[in-house]
């Protein structure tokens, strides 16, 4: 049975907490008569990943400052030593649990670490945090419920293929005002449809048959002389048949990338190769891992979780290099917020603010972004804010999507909104 999700799902682990389209055509989000490949004029045709580390991820233990003694005075137990860091440069090293990215992007320079990023007037709940991402908005009480990535949309895509949801569910930032351009949110590719039934394997071919016979059949002018029921026939009919052409894409899929087994990131990102290889335009992905609210006993649990991340994006770029993606792709990584500098009673880090972001793609400008932390950051109770994480979505818009941020983020920011030359 289908049942509602909320942003609490993703706090322990975005995994279990995606919608399934095959459950209900609400979150199928009532596709418009649009079923073609992505079209769009505007822009430069490239893709944009987008990963969400739900929960708050520890950002200080991923960009370490090992050359500041502060750091290590503040976490005496669960501070990265140097002996684990690929060092980028004299103030700041990569956590080794990001080895295979290291070792693929950073001579190359195609890794942008980006320092102490947030927002004006820290928020420490995830759920409005979160919401002030989606958003793209510090203040959260406008009137239009759209996040950045709906009013992206809206303003210049023209096709549901052009923008997916891997994995997640979250209303905010895949609400649009057009439902021709409203994105397809899925588990996997062979998701949506008509579910099989195991308690009645007899009739299941049967079952889809009725459906399709639905779906497709032309009715007479009389039948549906009630506009709902147009409305709802058509939903009925682009679901069945984008159903159908999602599963011939992950059935013409063909890969020598092995992705890592039991990693349910890995399978998301998977599902985004499938897409880019049969080349339907998709623009823009958005997918994400939880199991960052790292409160107590933090070192074990974080660093197996960040080297499943490593796994996984290995395994992508591999996969778009041999299919001749990796060029035109960026991937941009975030978390709605930090963890204090200092570690708590129990081994692990509370809710924060300043974090870090990893930026990475053929077409990156790698190096480092945004100031490295002080000691007086480090006293702090956590990171500041220096660079507003907009600047970053900003950049990735217009230096790689080719498109004018303007519309997307139209909230004033008083400070903080730095011009980021990331992209070649």
């Not at 799902?9 to 095959?22: C, E, T």
């Amino acid at each position: 049975m289908c049942k509602n999700h909320s942003r609490r799902d993703f706090i322990s682990g975005v995994g279990k907490g995606a919608l399934a389209l095959a459950c209900s055509s609400s979150a199928f989000g009532l596709l418009g008569r649009s079923i073609a490949n992505a079209s769009t004029l505007q822009g430069t045709g490239k893709t944009l990943i987008l990963v969400n580390f739900f929960g708050g991820i520890d950002g200080l233990n991923i960009v370490v400052p090992y050359n500041n003694q502060i750091y290590y005075d503040r976490r005496p137990t669960i501070a990265v030593p140097a002996s684990q860091l690929n060092i980028i440069n004299n103030e700041v090293g990569l956590n080794k649990n990001l080895t295979r990215l290291y070792n693929r992007l950073n001579a190359s320079g195609k890794l942008a670490l980006i320092q102490q990023v947030g927002y004006p007037n820290p928020n420490g709940s995830h759920f409005e945090s979160q919401d002030i991402w989606s958003l793209g908005r510090r203040d959260v009480s406008r009137q239009d419920p759209r996040g950045w990535l709906g009013r992206l949309a809206d303003e210049y895509f023209d096709s549901n293929f052009d923008m997916f949801g891997i994995g997640v569910s979250n209303k905010i930032d895949f609400l649009t005002n057009k439902p021709q351009v409203r994105p397809i949110i899925v588990n996997s590719l062979e998701d949506m449809g008509i579910t099989w039934d195991w308690y009645s394997d007899a009739d299941n071919n049967h079952r889809k048959e009725v459906a399709k016979l639905n779906a497709t059949i032309q009715s007479s002018d009389d039948a549906l002389k009630n506009p709902n029921q147009l409305s709802l026939k058509q939903s009925l009919k682009t679901f069945h048949y984008v159903g159908e052409d999602l599963k011939q894409i992950s059935t013409n899929y063909r890969s020598t990338v092995t992705y890592p087994e039991g990693n349910y990131f890995g399978g998301s990102l998977r599902e985004i190769a499938k897409m880019m290889q049969a080349g339907r335009g998709t623009q823009v992905f958005y997918t994400g891992i939880g199991g960052w609210d790292t409160h107590s006993e933090q070192a074990g649990s974080f660093n197996g979780q960040l080297d499943r991340v490593d796994q996984a994006f290995d395994a992508l770029i591999s996969d778009l290099v041999a299919m001749g993606k990796w060029q035109d792709t960026a991937i941009v990584c975030f978390s709605e917020f930090g963890r204090n500098c200092f570690e708590n009673g129990s081994n692990g880090t509370d809710h924060g603010h300043g974090n870090s972001m990893l930026v990475f793609g053929g077409g990156v400008k790698g190096g480092v972004y945004g100031p490295t932390p002080s000691a007086d950051d480090l006293r702090q109770e956590s990171l500041g804010y220096y660079l507003d994480f907009r600047s970053v979505f900003k950049a990735a818009v217009s230096g790689h999507l080719g498109l004018n941020p303007g519309p997307v983020f139209d909230e004033l920011i008083p400070a903080y909104d730095v011009p980021l030359d990331l992209f070649s």
